[in-house]
């Protein structure tokens, strides 16, 4: 328990020593306010725990609150609010957690908690708190009548919250199904329950109904309706107020993308063939299923051609194209039709880059090179200035070995921004080292190394240097290398020393020559001479025959200052 309560005490010394620091409490305050503090966290941590201490805690914080914006007032200090203000009122919330998960039953508590987070402007907690109290009232108390004022009660403050809505409208679903259970037991016991009859319109769910008009007139947008009638789908007893809802959606959001997204959805789940036992019946089926979503995408597109209307037909397709199965057809139509909406989105100009890349994927799956080649330069196209869109076209074009890639690689660095432009040109210096002749990678590099961009001229160094050393060994990296140093234009000796290392795994046993560059490389300005005698040791070693007695030497004269 000390130990819990020391954490919580050092957790407000930042608090408290801003108060202190901006004058808005005295040394001798804050020493009392923290004996206080004391005293009241260990009550909180006894072992019998009394509701009393919590009210006496939460209150004592407030006070705290209350005095701090009195002296703000007098002094005129208005700042550093989340470092002061915000500490205590979380911790206040905290402890008011504390209790009324203890003490559930204490509405008073609730409100009072809803109360405070309404005159300290936490609106972001006053409205879980409504539905919270709500469902204690509901589901621990048994009490829908309470839970109902409660939800009416927070509706008041939050006219359109649409979390509050939503579980209102819940709540008097799950109070009708309560209900008929009930009713149901006592059916089936035969116990007379005389003049009480329950309410056929309660037992339908009519109370959820007036929650759902309610809700529908003051918040707009078919995702919220949508929500509730998914709700309403989780009960067994609301086909009538499912239909009633889903009626609405059709007449009042007509040009709301959504709507048509789950109209078209629903289709996969209607009535169709009975149960089929091949897995090709049950392929043709899910097959014609689809075919009706996608008529009812086309058919939202003749009112509704927007991008979001598109988005949702791609997103279906791509969906369906991903679904594992082991039914070739399938999987043939699922591409084809997912090709053809991408291609018809496109035509409309309304594809999104994202999407351009799962085009790219799904032709390049099914060896479709010259149509990847076509997407994928016409995608560049459409997103000019994205590096990322020509970063992947071109990967696609360097893969597929097409002839477009050169020209369009000079295209991206014309249209992207300079200082976003590092990953194209690292990816057209590996493209060059492998695919041109040296006369045209050397003419990049020198582009390269003069750019503008620090992070490009850098990146452009390392990448020399690396194809230096692969087109004339350890001796032309190094030629390399001397040059940029004698410019102040160092490429990072980290890469020297790795092609040198390279070098000696091939050439070390018999080039003393080789090792004593390395050494010299390391004296040098650049280098770190405590390495020298680490490769000196490698060199006795690993030299064999005469190359030890002539690399001792060499060594000997550079040490004494001769060579």
Known sequence: ????????????????????????????????????????????????????????????????LELIKKRRARIGYHFKREEIENPIIHRINHVFRRATT?????????????????????????????????????????????????????????????KVFQEYFRMELMHAEKLRKQQQELEQAKIDVGEYNFSTEILSGKLAEVVYRDAAQKIKGAEFILSLLQIAAIFDFTKELQDTILQDLQSQYVDDCMMWDFMAKRELDAAGAPELQSAKGRASDTDRREERCCVVYEEALKSL?????????????????????????????????????????????????????????????????????????????????????????????????STEAGHLFQEALKHVNPKES?????????????????????????????SPVPAVSSAMKEKYLEWSYKTGGYKRARKTFTRYTSN????????????????????????EDLWMEYIKEELGSHGNPENCGKLHWRAVKTLEGESVEHFTTKYTLLQTGHM
């Open 1 to 64: 328990m000390a130990d819990i309560v020391q954490q919580r005490l050092e957790d407000r010394i930042p608090a408290l020593e801003q108060l202190e620091r901006v004058g808005l409490f005295t040394n001798k305050e804050v020493k009392s306010m923290l004996k206080r503090s004391t005293a009241l966290e260990y009550k909180l941590h006894r072992t019998v725990q009394s509701k009393d201490d919590f009210i006496t805690y939460i209150q004592h914080e407030i006070n705290v």
């Open 102 to 162: 203890k003490w559930q039953e204490d509405v008073q508590l609730w409100l009072s908690q809803v109360a405070f987070n309404k005159k300290w402007v936490c609106d972001f907690v006053i409205k879980p708190l409504w539905i919270m109290a709500a469902k204690c009232e509901m589901e621990d108390r048994n009490s829908s009548e309470s839970a109902r004022h409660l939800f009416l009660r927070a509706l008041r403050f939050h006219l359109e919250n649409k």
């Open 305 to 401: 051609n927007t991008e979001a209307m598109w988005i949702c037909y791609v997103t279906f397709c791509l969906e369906r194209y991903k679904r594992k199965t082991n039914v070739t057809q399938l999987k043939e139509k699922r591409k084809e039709r997912l090709l053809r909406v991408l291609q018809s989105t496109h035509d409309a100009k309304l594809l999104q880059e994202t999407f351009y890349k799962n085009w790219l994927q799904v032709l390049l799956s099914s060896g479709d090179t010259v149509s990847a080649t076509q997407v994928a330069i016409t995608a560049t196209q459409r997103f000019s200035q994205s590096v990322e869109m020509w970063s992947f076209s071109l990967q696609t074009l360097v893969h597929l070995e």
């Open 422 to 450: 590092l990953p194209l040109w690292q990816l057209q210096a590996d493209w060059s080292m492998t695919s041109q002749i040296p006369e045209d990678t050397e003419t990049f590099f020198q582009k390269g190394l003069l």
């Open 488 to 511: 102040k234009e160092t490429p990072k000796m980290s890469n020297l020393r790795d092609y040198y290392e390279r070098a000696l795994r091939e050439f070390g046993y018999s080039d």
